[in-house]
């Protein structure tokens, strides 16, 4: 194999070697993020809830005014009615007073349905609070032992990153365009941007090579790279073992 493809195939590997790391990393910081994201939900569903139960609070609170007021108008009526003395006028006022009496038992009802909803509403609130409260502590919790984990795994990554600057200097006197275009390889291929060639199929996309172009990877003399999705491809006697065997 020559130098520059055993420098790209080193590469590699040292690339796969992050990439680990790197996922148990985005892992830890996903998982954060989604608990901060139900954190924050919950504490705005709890805000909106608040602001509901002050709405009838309000209401409820209006009401009462209004039945104090009804109030009022039954003991004027009442007052008014030991006045009259005409049986007619009295039987009128007789309804009127009826009626008032039967609003004034309706609406106490209903402030009093009212006040047992509230009582409710805030029963409900108070132990959301506390559920918030013990999910906020978790998370807090969760990004003190996160943290240690998260700066550990970011040193493993540059201790590994750090072993490519031989071969990445190796590569680059060889040929400078040769480790932008591994670079972008590897990004757009799901980190792999070197692979080896198995059964005469590119490993990476699984195209059947031209017989040609499988003699020429095989000697190793020669960089080449798959037609179909551009990856550089290597050959190896671990590989041509493997296929032996499976064979
Ligand atoms: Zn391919």
């Known amino acids: ?20 790391y790197q996922v148990q990393r985005d892992e830890l910081a996903g998982n954060l993020d989604r608990l901060r994201s139900i954190l924050d939900s919950m504490g705005k569903g709890l805000d909106d809830k608040r602001e509901r139960l ?6 409820h609170s209006d009401k009462r005014i209004e039945l104090q007021a009804d109030a009022e108008r039954m003991n004027n009526a009442k007052t008014k009615l030991v006045a009259v003395t005409k049986t007619k006028e009295y039987a009128a006022m007789q309804r009127e007073m009826d009626t008032l009496r039967k609003k004034f038992s309706d609406d106490e009802a209903e402030l009093e349905r ?34 240690e984990r998260l700066s550990n795994l970011t040193a493993t990554i540059d201790q590994i990153a750090s072993k490519k600057k031989n071969v990445t200097a190796a590569l680059t006197a060889q040929d400078r365009t040769l480790l932008p275009r591994y670079g972008r390889i590897l990004q757009q291929r799901e980190g792999k941007a070197v692979v080896p060639v198995v059964a005469g199929h590119c490993s990476g996309c699984r195209m059947m090579l031209p017989p040609q172009q499988y003699i020429i990877i095989q000697r190793g003399e020669q960089l080449m790279s798959c037609p179909s999705c551009q990856r550089f491809l290597f050959y190896t006697a671990e590989v041509a073992a493997a296929e032996a065997a499976g064979r």
Request: glycine share 2%; proline share 0%; hydrophobic share 50%.
């Open 1 to 20: 194999m020559n130098a520059v493809i055993a420098a790209l195939v080193e590469l590699q590997g040292i690339d796969d070697e992050i990439r680990e």
């Open 54 to 59: 002050a709405e009838a609070v309000r209401f």
């Open 114 to 147: 009212l006040a047992q909803a509230i009582a409710e509403y805030q029963a409900n609130i108070a132990s959301e609070e506390q559920k918030l409260a013990e999910l906020r502590a978790e998370v807090t919790r969760e990004e003190e032992s996160s943290a």
